[in-house]
């Protein structure tokens, strides 16, 4: 039976990754052809203000080394075999190996991303579970206010608000950017990448909070109603031991799932959290590759953010597989 | 002396109707019975009367929009809600209708170790599982796994670890092959006579019979005759109340002949007897006020003409 269930979850992340195969050649045609079609001209793009120093013969040249003479099917081709072969082509604006650039990006949004998913996470939990137990209370009401007016506030307004009050007011934390402007980068210590991603952080994780709050104290209180927690108050289990062995096993799971299937979101999230913090993380560099035409950066941005929104659903997915023992046991044992 | 008494109980919710409107709707009312050590009462009602809250109402753990008066009972001493909570699980045991009624994620010899009021749970919940013929399996099973009849005897182990000893089962056999139910009946009679206060909330009268000592008949949220299980015999003449003896006529194994019209609704309780509107005797004084309950022969009754 083990062997019967080991198969049944290797094939469902085999269905899950022809999904995400299709899915992606889907992106990157449509992301092609968008970029083909928009009024981005690759050849000036690339040139930038030198333009005028280039005649209309040397830029036709540009175009031909470059293949854009070509049909779109066959530009589209070439793309497509570079980008089997790992190579997503070089960054207009940075002058080097998009991978490269992701990659670093990567690593400092990650950090970024990884504490406001925590934070919210936790907090939001913990949020949802109080409003809970104490529905109808003020305190549930407060938590309830407070996540319908933050589910309806924009990223960017919240982060300026951070920026006005704790930053420019208060003068606690820096105004913005990842490291100390004209400090050397072999000189940056930990504690000074920490103080620069504190506010960031924050503003993505009270945004987050809302969701899984609001998810969890309705689940809960469907659980507290339910006949099992009914029949277990027939059995004399109140209070904290009651919500810890039938209430908290019964939540924890969907709000774990949600959380991962909010990747999408935290991505969104951060690209505009650091935009306005000017924190150089795949946002930011999302941003400025869409305005300064950056196409295989775009282009590469754009892919690598599918695969990553992609792999928080697979991760959901899966963890309902094989923790919930519904999915995971079949009937005979 | 009674292990447990329910005097006068009466259990209303508000109800807002059109607008702001609010509205009393007697769920239960006037409902007396008592229980005795080593025996089943069975109470016996059409499907949705309000028969479970009445389990609800002795454990303490209705909704709490439920608004509750009258008197409760448990060895003679009145039952508060403080007296419930610390009764409940452990003097006074709830077996419920169906598998939801266990968590969903919790194995089940776990949540019957839970319930037990020993000092070793783990043995208290095998001794009780062999003795009910659940398989060593069963244990780590999910709720989700079990069938109807283990289910069943898994819901009746919470009980019996508990030691608790007025056990209150509420529609214990719903969807159960015939097989399951009997050996069910027979466990609930086996509780008795070791000693336990058994309450059979049911709609299955056929299987209340087999093994009842007492039948209190249901309707419309109050008990219209408490009778021995002999009364129930023949064409029901040893009956007192006219609903009982329709109730008894209506069986498959009797005349079959179903009793026309339904029950009211609670917002629409009729001003006298509740029976009145069906009743085949009703006379005009049956609508001054509802009928108080009496004793009539070796039983009680709420009808003005029954003799
Ligand atoms: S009191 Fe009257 S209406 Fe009610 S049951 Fe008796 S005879 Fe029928």
């Known amino acids: 039976m083990r062997k019967n269930a080991g198969v049944k979850i290797g094939s469902f992340i085999l269905m899950k990754c022809i999904r995400m195969l299709t899915l992606l050649f889907a992106i990157c045609l449509i992301s092609f052809l968008l970029i083909k079609n928009s009024p981005i001209d690759p050849v000036q793009a690339y040139i930038g203000a030198d333009m005028l120093k280039v005649g209309p013969e040397q830029r036709e040249r540009i175009a031909e080394y470059w293949g854009l003479d070509q049909p779109v099917i066959v530009q589209f081709l070439n793309w497509g075999s570079a980008l089997l072969k790992g190579d997503l082509g070089t960054s207009m604006i940075f002058r080097r190996p998009v991978s490269e650039i992701i990659g670093e990006r990567f690593v400092n949004s990650v950090v970024l991303m990884l504490t406001a998913w925590v934070l919210s996470g936790v907090i939001g939990f913990v949020m949802g579970v109080v409003s809970a137990m104490k529905k109808d209370t003020w305190i549930d009401r407060i938590i309830k206010l407070y996540c319908y007016t933050l589910a309806s506030t924009p990223t960017f307004w919240m982060g300026l608000l951070m920026l006005i009050v704790f930053a420019v007011w208060l003068g606690w934390f820096p105004i913005g950017l990842g490291v100390p402007a004209g400090v050397l980068a072999e000189d940056v210590t930990i504690a000074d990448r920490l103080q620069h991603l504190i506010l960031p952080a924050l503003t993505l994780s009270v945004l987050g909070v809302a969701n899984v709050a609001l998810h969890t104290r309705e689940k809960l209180i469907d659980v507290l109603a339910s006949d099992y927690v009914m029949f277990a108050r027939a059995r004399g289990e109140k209070g904290f031991l009651l919500f810890w062995r039938h209430g908290l096993r019964n939540i924890a799971l969907p709000a774990i799932t949600l959380q991962f299937a909010a990747f999408s979101e935290l991505f969104g999230g951060a690209v505009l959290a650091e935009q306005v913090f000017s924190y150089p993380g795949l946002g930011q560099a999302t941003v400025e590759a869409g305005l300064r035409g950056d196409v295989p950066l775009l282009l590469g941005l754009v892919l690598f953010s599918t695969i990553f929104v992609f792999a928080g659903n697979l991760i959901a997915d899966i963890i309902y597989y094989v923790v919930d023992p519904r999915t995971r046991e079949s009937r005979t044992i | ?307």
């Open chain 2, 1 to 307: 002396m009674s292990v447990l008494e329910v005097k006068d109980l009466l259990i209303s919710f508000n109800q807002y109707t059109s607008g702001l409107k609010q509205q009393q709707l007697n769920v239960i009312s006037n409902l007396t019975i008592t229980l005795e050590k080593g025996e089943i009462l069975a109470v016996v009602g059409a499907s949705g009367s309000g028969k479970s809250l009445l389990a609800h109402a002795i454990l303490g753990i209705l909704p709490s929009n439920a608004n509750v008066s009258g008197t409760l009972r448990y060895d003679g001493e009145v039952l508060t809600p403080a007296k419930q909570a610390s009764l409940r699980g452990s003097e006074i045991a709830l077996i419920p209708q169906s598998v939801n009624y266990l968590d969903p994620l919790m194995r089940v010899g776990n949540q019957v170790r839970t319930s037990a009021r020993v000092e070793n749970p783990v043995t208290a919940q095998r001794k009780v599982f062999e003795r009910l013929h659940l398989h060593e399996n069963v244990e780590k099973m999910y709720p989700f796994q079990l069938s109807g009849g283990m289910a069943r005897r898994t819901l009746l182990s919470t009980a019996i670890v508990s030691g608790a000893k007025v056990i209150i089962a509420d529609e214990p056999t719903p969807g159960l092959d015939p097989v399951v139910i009997k050996e069910a009946m027979e466990s609930f009679r086996e509780l008795a006579d070791s000693g336990c206060a058994v309450m059979l909330i049911t709609h299955d009268i056929v299987s209340a019979l087999s093994i009842a000592d007492k039948i209190a008949v249901f309707y419309a949220g109050t008990t219209v005759e408490i009778a021995p299980v002999e009364n129930f015999a023949g064409d029901g003449e040893a009956l007192r109340h006219p609903y009982s003896k329709a109730l008894w006529r209506a069986l498959p194994q009797n005349d079959f002949i179903p009793i026309p019209g339904a029950q009211p609704h609670p917002g629409d309780l009729p001003p006298g007897c509740l029976f009145a509107p069906r009743c085949p005797l009703a006379t005009p004084e049956c609508d001054r006020g509802q009928p108080e309950m009496r004793t009539l022969r070796d039983g009680m009754v709420r009808c003005i003409h029954a003799t």
